[in-house]
């Protein structure tokens, strides 16, 4: 019985054209997808491949790192180096404090399904990431309520709907949303949450920045910091997967929700913690990071170089976007050349012209 209905919702998704795969499982796509010049991965700065992080990962295996951690951070998986690697990074974002995770996926899915109390509401950005749905699934909140991306008015209607906001209130929000390159306007939804919700003790104001870490601010310090809103958020999500070109994940937060964290966040206290060597290859990104910021300007000229061309490669499709809301993604970095990006402008223009696309493109 339950073998066929997996079977069944598999067709279905094959139907559709949505069936997601391993494309590396398959030779013949492996040799095709190497040859391919990379506008797809997360590696915004290219610092995966760059050989200064790469040569002190390896220095940290020769003096004897660990591969893995062993154990839970509560248990036998804590080290100094976890804990400087904290302390370095509270400073390095100019935050109170910070807790490292696996990955943004777990931070944000313990952030909403631990923080907020009963009697609380959550208010959230319709566009905001599956790992903050799940956390909020989980929660205890009274109601957690969406309003239109990005919009200021819709929130003012989302906290007037949700009344009385006798609890705490939670905004949720991103700094750069991926699939539609917009960004947060978060000193505005900001305002709008503190006119319903005076009492400052009684308002909090996550801020996802997966996609602005490296990106925006000084040495890549995020969006937050680049618009000098640190004022006016509670919580940081700082992850270390995408434009670090690594693995793993912080919460930029005050000392007491660090120590709530620590005590009730199930993917933490139940999870192995991050290996050295992965605890290693932060440290040596965030040096690069500061060390290299030309690699951050290189990324933004190529990003404006592209937008020139008439466009904002892999599909993305229902369900990690809506129906009808299916896009291509283009993701530049900062290895990507002058010469790559008029190829692919020029490869768009052909399928434009076949396709009946309008002549602007």
């Known amino acids: 019985m339950l073998d066929a209905q997996l079977e069944a919702a598999l067709a279905a998704r094959e139907a559709r054209g949505t069936r997601r795969r391993l ?13 391919c010049i990379d506008l797809s991965s997360n590696d915004y700065l290219s610092l995966a491949r760059a050989e200064a992080p790469r040569a002190r990962v390896a ?4 003096a004897g790192a660990a591969l893995g951690s062993t154990g839970s951070r509560l248990l036998d998986g804590d080290s100094r180096a976890h804990t400087a690697l904290e302390t370095r990074l509270a400073a390095y974002f100019g935050a109170p404090a910070a807790l490292l995770f696996n990955s943004g996926f777990d931070a944000n899915v313990s952030l909403l399904a631990t923080l907020p109390q009963p009697g609380d509401v959550v208010v959230y950005d319709a566009l905001v990431h599956a790992s903050m749905h799940d956390g909020m699934r989980a929660s ?55 006119r319903h919700v005076p009492d400052a003790a009684r308002r909090c104001v996550l801020v996802d920045e997966a996609h602005a870490v490296g990106v925006y601010g000084a040495r890549g310090t995020g969006l937050v910091a680049a618009l000098g809103a640190a004022d006016a958020v509670d919580v940081r999500l700082v992850t270390f997967g995408k434009a670090l070109g690594c693995a793993g994940a912080a919460v930029l937060c005050r000392p007491l929700f660090r120590e709530y964290l620590l005590n009730y966040a199930r993917p933490l206290i139940y999870s192995t ?26 990324l933004h000229a190529l990003a404006a170089h592209l937008q020139r061309a008439g466009f904002l490669v892999r599909g993305v499709t229902y369900p990690t976007v809506p129906r009808g809301e299916e896009r291509v993604r283009i993701c530049v970095h900062a290895h990507n050349t002058d010469a790559e990006m008029d190829a692919l402008a020029a490869e768009i223009a052909r399928w434009a012209r076949t396709h009946g696309a309008p002549a602007a493109l």
């Open 59 to 62: 220095a940290a295996v020769r």
């Open 273 to 298: 913690a991050l290996a050295p060597l992965s605890v290693a290859a932060v440290d040596a990104m965030l040096d690069a990071l500061e060390r290299e910021p030309e690699r951050q300007h290189t």
């Open 23 to 35: 494309l590396l499982g398959d030779a013949d796509a492996a040799a095709r997808l190497a040859q």
């Open 140 to 194: 205890r909140a009274r109601a957690c309520c969406a309003f239109a991306h990005n919009d200021p008015a819709a929130l003012d209607a989302a906290l007037a709907s949700a009344a009385p906001l006798t609890g705490n209130v939670f905004l949720a929000l991103e700094a750069v949303y991926s699939m539609d390159g917009t960004v947060c306007r978060v000193r505005e939804l900001a305002a709008v949450l503190a």
